[in-house]
């Protein structure tokens, strides 16, 4: 194996499969990327930690074809601190040594044999996918994918539902305190369906390498256990999570007896300085409303107490209701509007979050029961 | 105790004496800082650790005299939130509870009363002091305080040593592998001498708070045991290291048979490249020098070797000499300069590092014994 690749290209490949590449794992190839030479003109890089598989091309001038994994650590180390422009990989086929080599600079990496690497890519079946708008897609998954359970790794829970009927595409995530839910409009012409419960992991590393993905389109293409999500250089692969997930949209409420205005930088700014003054441990802030105001309180027996008051548009009944601030702070910081509009029931009943303009995404909050 | 602060003045206050303050003391009072409304249009906040105490004024506009002492950490929490701009403070004496309040949020602090506070600042001796351009001080702590030893916590290399001799202000630390110093030409018109050993972690604390005070002039006190740096408004007071600190301008050679002239920014860039090659525990670089030429090189057993040729100016005997690439880097980082010149003599003699237009400053370091 011998090409050559340009600096940044191969960089920004390194950039996208990283991520999956894991030195804990008791297997030490999936510490490593692997690197194949056997088109033309590109190369081939992937990692995988069996349950999510990343792969990307990169431009390359290929002398000799062939394959080796290489730690994906030293790759990125070295990458990030190269200054030079040109970069030539070659292989001793007979030690798994790899010269990385340019005009200053020379590297001797030692490799493990592409035989050891899973052969997860073969098997991939890319027929009837559906075309979504990339931004579109990773907006929606930042919206609504952060409420997946992270006290469990591999039941429903820990997944993102995505659902895709018609013309709408709807991502979906609860741990049982907390839900968001997003709808965006899709161009979807062939008029497919799917409805998947991604994991929230795989989700996160679309999202990380969302920023080194060109393309303005992807193709996602479902099978029995697996997800590909497909642009034109990168390839994701993840596992799908079987299973029963809750009838979510059951939960929320199509209207809610009360309503409050509020002005969502002031909430968030409100929220933020009165968490100086909550048990760290139950994170419970009070929210007491009454005509045209909201009180923002927090207490604990050993540091003291804080409140503020905000100027809203209230003119429902009187109520006092508290939640664990941080499920009010995520949903708030995913909305761009000015402001945010509060449904409230009772007490007990979830409070819903949305923004004051889009009807298209919620986030539901359980609240906590106070003396 | 009551009074009213402008936020902005109050939260510069407890940046500059929260670094002291540690939650993790046995005495819980050492995790507060002490306010004190006292004089007329002034409130005074100190923090202590016991070896080393901060303190500073803030404008105030005081209706009753009084002190207690508030959390540092929740103090520092509410003030960097808060966006109001003036903020009361009252205490109640009977139960030790302070409000702080603005136009719109409330906050109750349980303090600890001011008298449970260590009385450090009432012996404070303010005579015979040396003036010193604060930015010329902290400059010079900054380049040459860095090599204190900071594998042992209070004998004398865990100290920095502040050298004033007529018109010459020298810092220099050491650890016994590297050593730096720097001289600096100082308006000293009263002719007055002080040799002090002065712990890392103050000079650290001056470092970290002097982007928080404005003057241009401190003035330095000494007495048998401590150290009184002062500016308009805040006073910094420090125990001194006592103990003999080694003659370290004896170790520094005053001419070095073999120079190199590099360019600092491509040895930098090179050393943290070359960098991701070295054994870990280790941290071994060695550095090939031929006739204009410097080759960087580090390899481990079980990850493979890098190295990089500069282009230098050298003209004097091939050698090969090997560091710890950590502590050249360190002296490279604290120079301006283009080109620095490296001094050598034999593989086992220590190197000196210096900037090429700057004689004052220098970085040396021993090199590490290779096969």
């Not at 598989?53 to 000799?64: F, G, K, N």
């Not at 059951?250 to 100086?276: D, F, G, M, Q, Y």
């Amino acid at each position: 194996m011998k090409f050559t690749v340009n600096k940044d290209d191969f960089l920004n490949g390194i950039r996208i499969v990283s991520g999956v590449a894991t030195i804990k794992s008791v297997q030490p190839v999936l510490a490593n990327i692997l690197i194949e030479a056997e088109s033309k003109n590109v190369i081939k890089l992937t990692t995988t930690d069996l349950d999510l598989t990343i792969s990307t091309e990169v431009d390359a001038q290929i002398e000799e074809e062939g394959s080796i994994t290489l730690p994906s650590k030293k790759l990125n180390d070295i990458f990030t601190r190269l200054n030079e422009t040109l970069v030539t990989f070659s292989l001793n086929e007979d030690t798994n040594l790899v010269e990385v080599k340019t005009k200053n600079t020379n590297f001797e990496l030692i490799g493990i044999s592409s035989s050891e690497f899973p052969k997860i890519l073969e098997n991939v079946n890319l027929e009837n996918g559906i075309e979504i708008d990339f931004k579109q897609f990773t907006r929606a998954i930042k919206q609504a994918g952060f409420a997946a359970a992270s006290y469990e790794t591999t039941g429903p829970l820990s997944g993102v539902v995505c659902d895709i009927k018609e013309e709408i595409l709807e991502i979906a995530s609860t741990d049982g305190n907390r839900l968001a839910r997003v709808r965006e409009k899709i161009d979807n012409i062939e008029k497919k369906s799917s409805k998947l419960i991604i994991p929230a992991r795989t989700l996160q590393e679309v999202l990380k390498i969302s920023g080194f993905v060109e393309d303005e389109k992807i193709k996602i293409y479902t099978e029995k256990s697996k997800i590909v999500i497909k642009s034109s250089k990168t390839l994701i692969i993840s596992k799908i999570i079987e299973g029963h997930y809750p009838d979510y949209n059951k939960l929320i409420p199509e209207t809610s007896p009360k309503t409050a205005k509020v002005r969502r930088n002031e909430l968030i700014s409100a929220l933020e300085l009165i968490s100086v003054m909550v048990n760290e441990k139950t994170c419970i802030i009070k929210f007491e409303l009454t005509e045209n105001k909201l009180e923002i309180k927090a207490d604990t027996q050993d540091g003291g107490k804080g409140k503020q008051d905000l100027d809203i548009e209230y003119s429902d009944e009187d109520m006092v209701i508290a939640f664990n601030y941080k499920y009010v702070l995520d949903g708030l910081k995913n909305m761009d509007d000015e402001n945010v509009l509060i449904g409230l029931n009772t007490k007990a009943s979830p409070a819903l979050f949305k923004p004051d303009s889009e009807n298209d995404y919620i986030s539901l909050v359980m609240p906590v029961q106070i003396r």
